[in-house]
């Protein structure tokens, strides 16, 4: 099946479920980056939850961008995405190889690090973009993203982020978020959070090839939920150009232009983000200088 996300609300309309499968995405960033497995894993839980994120934005003129600054030696992550969403990121450190956790899964948490922050940056169309900065508390992204929620955005949230890696590549992706509207009752409270405990890791229930309804359905334990909005498509897509990287160019300076051209003769340009090169050479060089 291939990715996507749906939103339901359960519990008489007071909680919002958005569940999410990403394995497409996920295997895009992996094959333009290079990731090793356990990058992979970090990434594409970043991927996840920014896609989820990402649908809450009303235009596609809005912006998401969410940082990841860490002690870990994955050295860092980021994530843009508009409401499609696409999406597209990158990792400081993409090929980072470390051992096995005490449990012999991927430690995303020894790669990510445990002192450090999440940036997210909110562009949504208001003088001043929404900027909310949250410590991380566990490395793992998902127990970060739920804090993040609750001290950040006050938003009572549980969210579930899982990224199964083999030997051909990613096996499965995807994650869900679960919020309580405002008004709901301290034993609805209570009964989600055994239904969540119960359903057990999101990479188990995309294992047994859950759907998104059924997966909505365990995780509330509500067997009437009601799907809301379906049909997104979450996608890695980069949006760079060779006009882009012009606009670049230009930004640092007529100084630093007239040494590339006069000891170099041409510029190379590699896109963050798709890993695409742009060469320029001593002609259109000299056309940009001009037009500074």
């Excluded at 400081?92 to 948490?109: R, S």
């Excluded at 969210?159 to 709901?184: F, R």
């Excluded at 188990?204 to 909505?216: F, R, V």
């Amino acid at each position: 099946m291939s990715d996507q996300i749906k939103k339901f609300l359960a519990y008489n309309d007071k909680i919002l479920v958005i569940c999410a499968k990403t394995k497409d995405l996920v295997q895009k960033a992996r094959d333009t980056h290079d990731l090793s497995p356990v990058a992979s894993a970090a990434f594409g839980r970043l991927l996840t939850i920014s896609a989820i994120m990402a649908t809450e934005m009303k235009s596609k003129e809005n912006k998401l961008t969410i940082q990841i600054k860490a002690n870990g030696p994955i050295g860092g992550m980021l994530v843009t995405a508009d409401n499609t969403p696409n999406l597209k990121g990158y990792v400081i450190n993409p090929q980072i190889d470390i051992p096995l956790n005490d449990i012999g899964k991927l430690d995303v948490k020894g790669a990510v690090g445990t002192e450090g922050y999440i940036n997210v940056i909110k562009d949504i169309g208001l003088k001043e973009p929404y900027i909310g900065i949250c410590p991380l508390v566990s490395g793992e992204i998902a127990e970060d993203f739920a804090e993040y929620f609750s001290k950040s955005e006050q938003r009572n949230t549980a969210v579930s982020l899982g990224v199964l890696v083999n030997k051909d590549g990613i096996k499965s992706a995807g994650g869900y978020l679960v919020q309580a509207m405002p008004g709901i009752q301290e034993e609805d409270i209570a009964k989600l959070e055994q239904n969540i405990f119960k359903a057990g890791a999101i990479s188990k229930l995309l294992d047994e090839k859950l759907s998104l309804e059924e997966i909505a359905k365990k995780v509330t334990g509500d067997e009437n939920i009601k799907l809301i909005e379906e049909n997104i498509t979450p996608v890695y897509k980069c949006d760079c150009s060779k006009e882009h990287m012009k606009d670049a160019l230009k930004t640092i300076g007529k100084e630093e232009l007239e040494k590339i051209i006069n000891e170099d003769k041409k510029a190379e340009l590699t896109c963050h983000f798709c890993n695409k090169k742009y060469v320029f050479d001593e002609n259109e060089l000299n056309e940009i200088l001009e037009s500074l």
